[in-house]
């Protein structure tokens, strides 16, 4: 069936770079998704991929998309201390229904 | 941006009592509402689909007669978890989509609920 799988925890110093990284079993995937979860809260959309597309980027935000080896990785520039949260990596074909990783726990250190 | 607000934020309750949590959407219609559970240091368990003015549509493994869903409106959900257990302890958090494809779901804060 559909998985999605990512590693656990990151630690990195502040100023540094982070990647998250991401893979998922599903070829048919349309859209790949990176939500933020700060503790006690929902989930924040952070930025998202079409299928087609290799790269995408939002200002600190870098989206790398490898189709073939179903591999997303998520870099965030610049890495600061609100940016401690858990990351959640998703993928959906298009419909409503989107299946999620388990969330990588990112800590940074001042 | 689409809101969608979710309440109570937390909840204590005993033991075979009955809760109930409220999911809005504030400023867009939503057909289609989604209810997760969230265990500590794990993902988001899709638990039910909630259809408008129709019956919810529940994963496997989840007791629909527990989890109770009502989706009376294009604005509001709820879930009630019925005769509640400790087991039942967890981080419910619902989710809607304003429009169908690439702009992904706008969550609720997540409720806490405790059974004492």
């Known amino acids: 069936g559909e998985d999605v799988e990512q590693s656990l925890f990151l630690s990195v110093r502040e100023g540094d770079s982070s990647v998250i990284n991401c893979t998922y079993t599903d070829s048919s995937s349309t859209y790949l998704y990176w939500y933020k979860q700060e503790p006690g809260a929902g989930l924040q959309l952070l930025t998202y991929?079409?299928?087609?597309?290799d790269m995408k980027q939002d200002q600190r935000l870098t989206v790398l998309l490898n189709k073939k080896d179903k591999h997303l990785s998520l870099r965030i520039a610049d890495t600061q201390t609100g940016d401690s949260a858990i990351y959640f990596c998703?993928?959906?074909?298009?419909?409503?229904?989107?299946?999620f990783g388990a969330g990588t726990r990112l800590f940074v250190k001042a | 941006g689409a809101v969608v607000s979710q309440h109570p934020s937390r909840v204590i309750c005993k033991s075979g009592t009955s809760v109930k949590i409220e999911c809005r959407s504030l400023d867009f219609q939503a057909t289609t509402m989604f209810w997760y559970r969230q265990f500590p240091k794990q993902s988001l368990m899709l638990m039910a689909t909630s259809n408008e003015g129709s019956k919810a549509t529940y994963e496997q493994g989840v007791e629909k007669d527990k989890f109770l869903i009502n989706h009376a409106s294009l604005t509001l959900s709820t879930l009630t978890v019925t005769s509640a257990h400790p087991e039942d302890s967890s981080f419910y958090i619902c989710?809607?989509?304003?429009?169908?494809?690439?702009?992904?779901?706008?969550f609720g804060s997540g409720t806490r609920l405790t059974v004492v």
């Open positions: 991929i079409f299928s087609n597309m």
């Open positions: 989710s809607a989509a304003p429009g169908q494809g690439p702009v992904g779901y706008t």
């Open positions: 998703a993928e959906s074909t298009g419909g409503f229904k989107t299946i």
